[in-house]
Every structure is written in C-alpha cells, then in structure tokens.
C-alpha cells in the first residue's frame, strides 16, 4: 500500500500518522507539502492532526484552500481513500468533501484524553478489521471537535449508515455524559456516501503501540493495508 500525508503549516501528527502507516505497512508514506500542485500515484491520503495556519479564521478554512488540496478533492471524487484525523476533518468538511462544520467545544477548552467509542459500520476500508458493534478507546485534543449539521444531513447520515464513530459510555450506550465537546448525536468520525472520505475528530495513529498506552487504533491501518496491498 502506497500513502501520502499532506503536510501543512501547523500540522503536528504528520510523523504520528507516517509513523503508523510504517507500523502497519512496513513501508514509508510520501510526505507532500501543502504548497505542491502533485499528488504522488498512491493508494492512501491522510490528513493528519494539528493546527493548520494557526487556526486562524476558521479552523481547516486556510488550509482548505491549499493548492494541494485541489489534487486531494479530485482523489477523493474518484474513489481514492482520504483519511482526515481531527484537523484533517475540519479541512475535509472545509472542502466539502464530508458534510457539516466543527465547532468550538461546548465547554470553550481545549479537551485532551482518551474517549470510549463506538464502531457504529464496519462497511468501509478503514473499520473492516473491527468487529461489528465494537468498542475502542482513543485519544482526543482538540478545541473545535463539536461536530454540527443541520436536521437534514444528520438525519441523511444516520439514515444511509455514514456515522462511523461514535462517542459512547463504557457500556457502549450513547449517552451525554460521553460526549467530550457537544457533537450533534455524538459524532466522532462520518463518512462520504462512496464510504472510501473518512473524517474522525479522535486519534488512531496514537493509539498503535502498546508502550504508549493502547493499540485500539492499529486495526484501523491494518485493515486499510489488507484491503489496499
């Protein structure tokens, strides 16, 4: 499996996400700068977690309109897999490439622990090594992680199965008092209609080395390899 990560000013788990892309594939990912007008021929997009350009004006809108992310959206509509970690949802959503908007914690702080999540499908390349229904724990740090979208798409995305994560209780229950920063039915991670755009606001490539704490987010990657080699 060949995979890119898109680089940004600000960006601070580009080698987080090289890192476990190496772990699982054996193979290090190309590294392309924002400022590029090519994209390499490969199989995987990842953009990776951080605070693209500051954050300033709206979290992911500057980076949006890199022009490597011209290439990005062109890959995405074709089918390529694009996988966008915390920043890289809010740039997704920016691009339109996944739907609604990431907003401010609703608690107003900057949130950084591990979450229990639900594996809500397993129909999509990057969850088709979880089993059905299964529970994972991740890290979150984020500021603007509250997922919104009006009543129209959140009822289109729940309906047509395109909630991937979702933020539950230990016991699996969604329930408020698991939601760490207000998102609309405790979205943690959608899908685009394809399945192959995902967007999550927690941390996989954080969670793949049991030194560090955890490695519920390996089978993430080693399903993406399987399915893509």
């Not at 107003?108 to 390349?125: D, G, H, S, Y």
């Not at 992680?145 to 229950?173: P, Q, S």
């Amino acid at each position: 499996m060949k995979a890119a990560v898109i680089v940004f000013p600000g960006s601070n788990c580009d080698r987080d996400a090289a890192d476990a892309l190496t772990w699982v594939t054996g193979r290090p990912p190309a590294m392309v700068w924002h400022t590029s007008n090519e994209l390499p021929n490969v199989d995987l997009i990842v953009i990776p977690g951080g605070f693209t350009h500051g954050d300033y004006l709206r979290v992911g809108a500057m980076a949006a309109t890199a022009p490597i992310m011209g290439e990005v959206f062109r890959a995405g509509i074709r089918g390529v897999p694009v996988l966008g970690i915390c920043n890289g949802f809010q740039i997704l959503c920016e691009t339109r490439l996944l739907p609604g908007a990431l907003m401010r914690n609703a608690s107003l702080n900057f949130i950084c622990r591990e979450v229990n999540l639900k594996i809500e499908t397993t129909a999509t390349p990057f969850t088709r090594s979880y089993p059905d229904g299964a529970l994972v724990r991740l890290p979150i740090a984020h500021h603007d992680g509250n997922f919104f979208a009006d009543e129209e798409t959140l009822n289109r995305l729940e309906g047509e199965g395109r909630v991937v994560f979702r933020y539950v209780d230990k016991a699996g229950k969604r329930v408020p008092a698991a939601n760490p920063n207000g998102s609309r039915n405790n979205i943690a991670g959608i899908a685009n209609a394809a399945g192959n755009v995902l967007g999550l606001m927690p941390h996989p490539e954080r969670a793949i080395d049991p030194a560090t704490g955890g490695t519920d987010g390996t089978a993430l990657f080693a399903g993406l390899h399987e399915a893509l080699r």
